[in-house]
């Protein structure tokens, strides 16, 4: 495969296919700024920005925004969205398990489940370290990934498609191997981009660690400067507060620094 094919090497479309999240995101962003925060929520990090579709709706809403992600396609053209709408926004080339911001944030989100690229404990713990660190006294870590319920089926496949315009994306995810033993699987993401001038089709296979609701609560037992205040889902509802079980599939972890 040719790294043209790769999904994130072509950030605009990455983006476009899940667009449909964002204003639900930032909402809740900002909902559970003023529920947890104690001070008013100003200074916002995103750690995995991918084409930037959050930094943008965030700067636009007013917020200091600061983000990074590792893919330099993603963050370039972050960077020329932000320039094109005459905002404001810091965004940098920066890895998920070693980052330290000089001041520190209110806030730092990581959802859609970037936080599972990190494939071992050690990296898994350095990003929460690090998100400790770059985290004010009562900031908070905003969370979200998915939960392997026992029940739930290993090999699985999910798709959607999102038009706007003249520009229609497919995106199909699908689990092509699967180990609870190592606690990996790989999950092969396609996107079939149509528009009137072409059909571009990119792919991309990527390991996901795999967490069950125990294995997450044995995890943050690690990082004692972070307290899991509540957890939600990806309905983003934050009058709906619920309970880190093995119900749950779709999660969000609410974090602060102690």
Not at 97 to 123: A, G, K, Q, Y
Not at 139 to 164: C, K, V
Not at 213 to 237: G, H, I, T, W
Request: charged share 25%.
């Amino acid at each position: 495969m040719s790294r043209s094919e790769e999904c994130y090497d072509h950030p605009r479309y990455w983006d476009f296919a899940f667009s449909d999240e964002t204003l639900f995101e930032a909402d809740f962003i900002e909902s559970a700024g003023a529920q947890f925060l104690p001070f008013p929520l100003h200074r916002i990090l995103e750690a995995g920005c991918g084409g930037g579709r959050q930094v943008v709706e965030l700067a636009k809403r007013g917020y200091e925004v600061s983000a990074f992600d590792l893919n330099e396609n993603a963050v370039r053209f972050t960077k020329q969205r932000v320039a094109q709408r005459h905002l404001v926004a810091s965004i940098s080339v920066g890895d998920m398990t070693n980052f330290v911001m000089e001041t520190p944030v209110d806030l730092i989100h990581c959802l859609v489940n970037s936080f599972r690229h990190l494939t071992s404990e050690s990296s898994a713990l350095a990003f929460l370290r690090s998100s400790a660190k770059s985290l004010r006294s009562g900031g908070l870590l905003l969370l979200g990934l998915h939960l392997l319920p026992p029940d739930a089926e290993e090999y699985d496949s999910e798709r959607w498609t999102i038009t706007r315009g003249n520009t229609r994306v497919t995106t199909t995810l699908r689990v092509l191997d699967f180990n609870r033993k190592t606690r990996l699987e790989t999950v092969r993401f396609s996107l079939k981009v149509t528009t009137p001038k072409r059909v571009l089709q990119l792919r991309t296979d990527h390991q996901l660690r795999i967490y069950r609701a125990d294995q997450m609560r044995s995890l943050l037992r690690k990082v004692p400067e972070l307290n899991l205040l509540a957890v939600f889902d990806f309905c983003y509802d934050i009058s709906e507060p619920l309970r880190l079980n093995d119900e749950l599939g779709d999660t969000v972890l609410v974090l602060a620094k102690r």
